[in-house]
């Protein structure tokens, strides 16, 4: 029997993992709470530049973004976890999204690859800055993909996408079991790689 989103706010026991990281240091993984609301701001606020822009988080919307993400655990589609270093910063927010929308749709038709809502599900990640780049996200991963399958998902795939430029998430991709399945230009105009993921198999679709 699968999880739903209000077994997981209930109880977030269910889907909180302890990680250790590559330097050594140890992290929780867990869904995000009612309570995280002023750490959730100040991981947004200490967002860099290039990382705001992708993530499409504004200069002066921290707060509100971090107090609309808590009001709405259990409320729609979305299940968000957050990595919490062992100083109690957030640090890494995970994002699954257990409903489709049509754009998505049409695209991976096109690509011969239909999805199918209740076991296709769409993933976004963001590290602060600070953790980019030293492994946190990949010793994550693999509790997000249980956390995914506890949903019953079977396949996941990207939120947008990701920029074709973006050469280091696409490795980190690659690396986590990712394969392009098409490219699309986004609303701004921007080239970008869909990704779709296959829980439990890394070599093809």
């Known amino acids: 029997m699968h999880l739903s989103l209000s077994d997981a706010a209930a109880d977030p026991g269910l889907l909180t993992q302890a990680i250790s990281l590559p330097n050594g240091s140890q992290a929780a993984l867990r869904p995000l709470v009612a309570g995280d609301e ?3 701001a100040c991981f947004y606020r200490l967002l860099g530049p290039r990382t705001r822009q992708l993530y499409d988080v504004g200069d002066d919307s921290a707060a509100s973004l971090a107090a609309e993400r808590c009001a709405a655990i259990a409320r729609y589609d979305k299940f968000r976890l957050v990595l919490q270093s062992s100083e109690g910063e957030i640090v890494g927010l995970f994002e699954l999204s257990l409903d489709l929308v049509p754009l998505d749709v049409e695209r991976f038709a096109a690509y011969g690859l239909p999805l199918r809502p209740g076991s296709d599900v769409r993933y976004g990640l963001c590290l602060a800055d600070s953790h980019q780049g030293r492994g ?12 995914a399958r506890a949903f019953g998902a079977q396949r996941v795939i990207l ?3 990701v920029h074709e430029t973006n050469a280091h998430a696409i490795r980190f991709y690659e690396h986590s079991g990712f394969v392009a399945a ?24």
């Open 159 to 161: 939120l947008g996408g």
């Open 38 to 40: 002023k750490a959730l």
């Open 182 to 205: 098409g490219h699309f230009t986004n609303r701004d105009g921007v080239r970008c790689i869909d990704m779709i993921l296959v829980l439990g198999v890394r070599s093809h679709l």
């Open 136 to 147: 946190h996200a990949s010793a994550a991963q693999p509790f997000v993909n249980e956390a």
